[in-house]
């Protein structure tokens, strides 16, 4: 028997095995979609993000190392180079994750630093770090966060955050508070891979209670990631300091005086924002949320993915 006839047999044998075992075949394939929504952001992963941000199918750690010691994803769909795995052909992207990891040292300091200042703020119940800063894959200089607050006072803790934003800035310190919630709104009703990564992807800094509930109420995202449960980083959370100033202005704030200053101050913000994201789909401003994504972020970000899919073709699992 020669030894081109020998590969055909075991190659046949190989294909036989995947179509006898869909469990395996998913696991693939969820791999692989891993990487390719991933490398959106030019982000090779590891093998313990593979594990964690595989799509759709919950398998264990050593289910994805035999998936991916298969020559059916490496080297014919996905490269490994050396701790790092990527799409075939964007090898490049390991030095840029590098290289961003590198910068993104210095902005979790002043992250952490400034998210613990807004934790401590009237109102405020969570912080926590989103974006492309939550995996270390700093592209620009905004450090962004998600903040919950107190319900029917979002729009006055929103005004005492952004007056800490513009201190930040008189410091050349770039903070993008873009998203606000109040505790009567955690349950998102925006349900996609994009949202499931940024819930399973964000860091808590203070309210680690809140981040919880906000994870349990959501559990939506085991649809979309199974395996990402908790937050991905060992950072501990801290709970706002309990100072006088700090009770005696949600204690004002909380009385009758309170609610039209918080009506008057929505009503402005809703105006002058609404006018500014007219034609986004992503933005929408109310009582309980002011979500200022005015750049279809996800919407742009899901489509690429499926880009990526689309130029995989025939060659995914």
């Known amino acids: 028997m020669t030894s081109g006839t020998l590969n055909a047999t075991a190659e046949a044998r190989r294909s036989r095995a995947v179509r006898t075992d869909p469990a395996r075949a998913a696991v693939e394939l969820a791999i692989v979609q891993a990487v390719a929504y991933a490398d959106v952001f030019d982000y090779p992963l590891t093998v313990e993000e593979v594990h964690r941000y595989l ?9 994805v190392r035999t998936a991916l010691s298969s020559p059916r994803l490496v080297p014919e769909v996905l490269a490994r180079s ?11 992207t390991v030095e840029i994750r590098r ?11 002043r ?16 912080v926590a770090v989103t974006g492309a800063l939550a995996m270390d894959n700093v592209a620009d200089g905004d450090i962004d966060y998600l903040v919950i607050t107190e319900p029917g006072r979002l729009w006055l803790c929103r005004a005492l955050v952004v007056g800490l934003v513009r201190l930040a800035a008189m410091r050349g310190v770039v903070l993008c508070p873009n998203y606000f919630l109040s505790e009567q709104a955690l ?21 680690i209670e809140t981040y919880q509930r906000l994870r349990t109420v959501n559990r939506w995202t085991d649809t979309y990631l199974p395996n990402a449960s908790g937050h991905p980083r060992r950072l501990s959370p801290v709970e706002p300091r309990p100072h006088r100033t700090r009770r005696i202005v949600e204690t004002t704030l909380r009385s009758r005086l309170g609610g039209p200053f918080e009506r008057w101050e929505m009503a402005r913000k809703v105006r002058k924002l609404g006018e500014r994201g007219n ?33 995989l073709g025939s060659r995914l699992p």
Request: hydrophobic share 40%; proline share 4%; charged share 20%.
């Open 279 to 311: 034609g986004h789909t992503e933005a929408a401003f109310g009582p309980d949320w002011c979500k200022g994504h005015f750049g279809d972020h996800g919407q742009l970000t899901l489509a690429r993915y499926d880009d990526r899919l689309q130029a």
């Open 55 to 63: 799509v759709g199918v919950p398998a264990s750690r050593g289910s």
């Open 82 to 92: 050396g701790r790092y795995i990527s799409l075939a052909g964007r090898e490049a």
């Open 111 to 126: 992250a952490i630093r400034y998210g613990h200042q807004i934790g401590n703020l009237p109102f405020v119940r969570m």
């Open 187 to 207: 349950v998102l009703s925006e349900r996609n891979l994009f949202t499931a990564h940024e819930m399973a992807q964000m860091v808590p800094l203070t309210g």
């Open 99 to 109: 290289a961003r990891g590198a910068a993104a040292t210095d902005y979790w300091r």
